[in-house]
């Protein structure tokens, strides 16, 4: 039998901070297993932007979960091209600027945004039959509690900052390592999916490992998981 059809159906949780890895390790995953990939953090992101563009008021709540409502976020699920858009418009480049990194965190602490998203991200998982990798901070915890496999990805300080600062075009890595602790802080904070660890979460420390090291690492459980249901 085929490695895609031992894992049709499968879900891969990878959850963890800003800038640990999640997204090259999540689409390295999916690729290797020939599954689906779903950027749960571009969508946050993506309806940051659209509502940016609104003029919303992100210090005000309220604003945020009405001028939410009218916001279509749709994700594409091939990891060797994932896609995001806004009401049918490719933003994948807007998503990436700083006045977005900024302020994700106020837009995703906001519960009726993570409740649509949240709703959203669940039909695409249920849309597809072939397994599919999906990366987050709640998605173990909330969004897939049932999960086989779930992975909670972590990395030092430092290097989370040099990555980040690398992606945003070199930047002040020290202004980076401060911008992701207050990341941390709202996203661990917050009252709505907070980001935590699932119980049954695998922690994988990326610090010292390569791409590739930590791609084995999640390919090796999931093969374990594959093993242990097998018939």
């Given amino acids: 039998m ?22 090259s390790t999540a ?5 290797r297993l020939g599954l689906a990939y779903l950027d749960t953090g571009a969508m946050y992101r993506a309806m940051t932007w659209a509502l940016l563009q609104r003029g919303t008021d992100l210090s005000d709540p309220g604003a945020i979960a009405r001028d939410a409502e009218h916001v279509t976020v749709t994700s594409g699920t091939d990891p060797l091209a ?3 858009e806004v009401d049918g418009h490719d933003v994948s480049g807007p998503i990436r600027g700083v006045d977005v990194t900024s302020n994700v965190s106020l837009v995703a602490a906001v519960p009726r945004v993570r409740e649509l998203l949240v709703q959203r991200q669940r039909e695409t998982v249920d849309a597809g039959s072939d397994g599919i990798v ?11 509690p049932d ?11 430092a290097a989370r900052a040099a990555r980040r600062a690398a992606e945003l075009g070199g930047i002040d890595a020290a202004a980076t390592e ?3 602790a207050r990341r941390d802080t709202i996203d661990s904070t ?21 791409l590739d090291e930590v791609v084995d690492t999640i390919v090796a459980l999931v093969d374990d998981v594959t093993r242990a249901g097998a018939p």
Avoid at 5 to 22: I, Q, W
Avoid at 192 to 202: F, I, Q
């Fill in 2 to 23: 085929s490695p895609r059809l031992e894992r049709s159906g499968l879900v891969v949780a990878v959850d963890g901070p800003s800038g640990s890895g999640k997204s």
């Fill in 27 to 31: 689409r390295g995953v999916a690729d």
């Fill in 82 to 84: 994932p896609t995001i």
């Fill in 134 to 144: 999906v990366e987050g901070r709640d998605i173990g915890s909330v969004v897939l």
């Fill in 147 to 157: 999960a086989p496999v779930k992975v909670f990805l972590v990395a030092d300080p």
């Fill in 178 to 180: 401060a911008d992701l």
């Fill in 190 to 210: 917050r009252a709505a999916s907070p980001l935590a660890k699932a119980p049954d979460a695998v922690e994988v420390d990326g610090t010292h490992l390569t």
